[in-house]
């Protein structure tokens, strides 16, 4: 996207979803039983042998959210006289009762040269703070969040990046090898590729190889801010302050990945290894699903695409995209016969698929299920709070009364029937992008962000959603969920 179009799009921003309902158990939701759920973990297993998996993790957030309450009390530490206010003063004695506790804080003690707790005793917290967040220290303030240790198996420390091995050995291995792919801050290329060595040596005795390859988010994606008034912010040397344009920008690197069935995850949602067992059985019954559904619908799209289709075959197609894809064709296929029937039906299949597994709304941030409204009809579409209008009474209850999450918990089906790759880039919503308000320096500026990965970069994907119990959503956004039991060892 050019300048003057980026300037363009900060002017008339972008429209909000609309919103028709919260997709439910029985209405865009399905809900699988214990049977169910083996049959699909089955098909899944047996799938492997000529089935090509990957793991697909978006790895280049800094931990600097995670931090970011720390960071707050290491200002003020930093100042000749501090003077913390109340909320300060209960996130410094929240850290201080819970120091000995993270994951994180044997490598610490090191880098103190003392224990936490006679450090903590002197009273001088600055340099403990210093030595956690700052550059001189163990600095993960700004290192990427999969490189921060989230769990202690008794001395042997294992960051989120690492635990993401293990959990995929659960359900990628294929042929004996498990193939990742993790996208990186290039300035990092190196720790990623010592702790790939640590993870790998760890869990060698497995007997299986890893196949783990590495992407950037490309700084062509990058966009320009601008100012509250839309003229472009400049930096110190006068030059375009441009920005990373959020994870959608990650569309290109998934876009080069060319497995039967790939699997995205958030690189901050793992749990310890005590707790695995729902996580792998989900994974693959995902993975059952998503194949289940690509095996018919390679079937029907192979048939659309001759020169002749019965019509008891049409009813079967009609029939499965209602009952398996809540997809009500009836009013675009009215008046409608012949090639024009199998015209439609190939498009409506003619796609990429995702799976996505989702939890029962529990209150957490971030996106859910919806039944959206757009030029080709209504669809399933994971939505994010900033992109509905929440001055809207309608559209603002249809989003609080949403029953599902979406923990980013997808399986994806990039190929068609004949095993060719689809072009990923031609399946987004344009229209779907965020305008959110930043800070440079001691100004409010505008940024732009493309469509989301899962938001409106697969909007014009099929869409599946299952749902998925809340044991396997375990997310570290702030220090704090470390303390949790998910990631509680010891």
Same mark, same amino acid.
């Given at each position: 996207?050019?300048?003057?179009? !980026?300037? %363009? +799009?900060?002017?008339?921003? =972008?429209?909000?979803?609309? $919103? ?23 098909? =899944? ?28 009390? !290491? ?5 000749? &006289? ?6 300060? &003063? ?97 300035? @990092?290329? &190196?720790? @990623?590729? #010592? ?7 760890? $869990?060698?005795? %497995? ?12 700084? !062509? ?37 060319? =497995? ?38 390679? /079937? ?10 019965? %019509?008891?075959?049409? #009813? *079967?197609?009609?029939? @499965?995209? /209602?009952?398996? $894809? ?6 675009? $296929? ?6 024009? #029937? +199998? ?10 698929? /995702? ?25 399933? !579409? ?13 559209? +603002?209850?249809?989003? *609080? ?68 119990? @809340? ?20």
């Amino acid at each position: 996207m050019d300048i003057q179009k !980026q300037i %363009e +799009r900060f002017k008339r921003g =972008y429209p909000y979803r609309r $919103l028709l309902r919260p997709a439910t158990v029985g209405d865009g939701i399905r809900k699988l039983g214990e049977d169910e759920s083996r049959v699909f973990d089955q098909e =899944y297993e047996n799938s492997l042998s000529e089935t090509s998996v990957c793991k697909f993790v978006p790895a280049s957030g800094a931990a600097s959210r995670m931090f970011r309450d720390l960071g707050v009390l !290491q200002k003020v530490f930093s100042s000749k &006289e501090a003077v913390l206010n109340p909320e300060e &003063e209960k996130i410094l004695e929240k850290f201080l009762s819970n120091a000995t506790r993270l994951p994180f804080a044997g490598l610490l003690e090191e880098r103190l040269g003392e224990g936490l707790e006679k450090a903590v005793s002197s009273g001088d917290f600055g340099p403990i703070l210093d030595t956690l967040l700052g550059d001189e220290g163990l600095g993960y303030e700004n290192v990427p969040k999969g490189l921060v240790p989230f769990h202690d198996y008794g001395g042997e420390r294992r960051t989120a990046f690492c635990e993401h091995f293990k959990e995929a050995l659960g359900y990628i291995t294929s042929r004996d090898t498990v193939s990742m792919h993790f996208t990186i801050p290039p300035a @990092f290329a &190196e720790r @990623f590729a #010592r702790e790939e060595k640590e993870a790998i040596s760890l $869990l060698s005795s %497995e007997g299986v190889s890893f196949d783990v390859t590495y992407s950037v988010q490309d700084p !062509q994606t990058d966009t320009i801010a601008v100012t509250m008034d839309n003229t472009p912010v400049t930096d110190a040397d006068g030059s375009l302050l441009r920005r990373p344009a959020g994870h959608g920008a990650l569309l290109k690197n998934l876009n080069e990945l060319s =497995y039967d069935c790939i699997f995205v995850k958030n690189i901050d949602n793992v749990a310890k290894e005590g707790l695995l067992s729902d996580t792998v059985k989900w994974k693959k019954t995902l993975g059952g699903v998503l194949l289940s559904i690509q095996k018919r619908v390679f /079937r029907y799209t192979e048939a659309l695409s001759s020169s002749w289709t019965s %019509e008891a075959l049409e #009813r *079967e197609i009609i029939s @499965f995209c /209602r009952g398996e $894809l809540f997809m009500d064709l009836s009013r675009e $296929l009215s008046g409608l016969s012949g090639a024009g #029937r +199998r015209e439609l039906l190939f498009r409506v299949l003619h796609r990429p698929i /995702r799976v996505c597994g989702v939890v029962k709304n529990m209150g957490e941030p971030g996106g859910g299920p919806f039944w959206v409204e757009g030029e080709g009809g209504e669809s399933l !579409q994971i939505v994010e709070s900033a992109e509905v209008d929440r001055d809207s009474s309608t559209q +603002r209850d249809i989003w *609080e009364s949403s029953s599902h999450f979406n923990p980013v918990d997808i399986v994806c089906g990039v190929k068609d029937f004949r095993g060719e790759k689809f072009n990923l880039t031609g399946f987004v919503d344009p229209e779907a992008g965020i305008i959110t308000e930043k800070t440079f320096g001691a100004k409010k500026i505008k940024a732009l962000e493309l469509p989301g990965l899962w938001n409106g970069s697969m909007s014009g994907w099929i869409t599946v959603f299952v749902e998925v119990p @809340f044991t396997t959503f375990n997310p570290v956004k702030t220090v704090w969920d470390l303390l949790k039991e998910p990631h509680q060892v010891n």
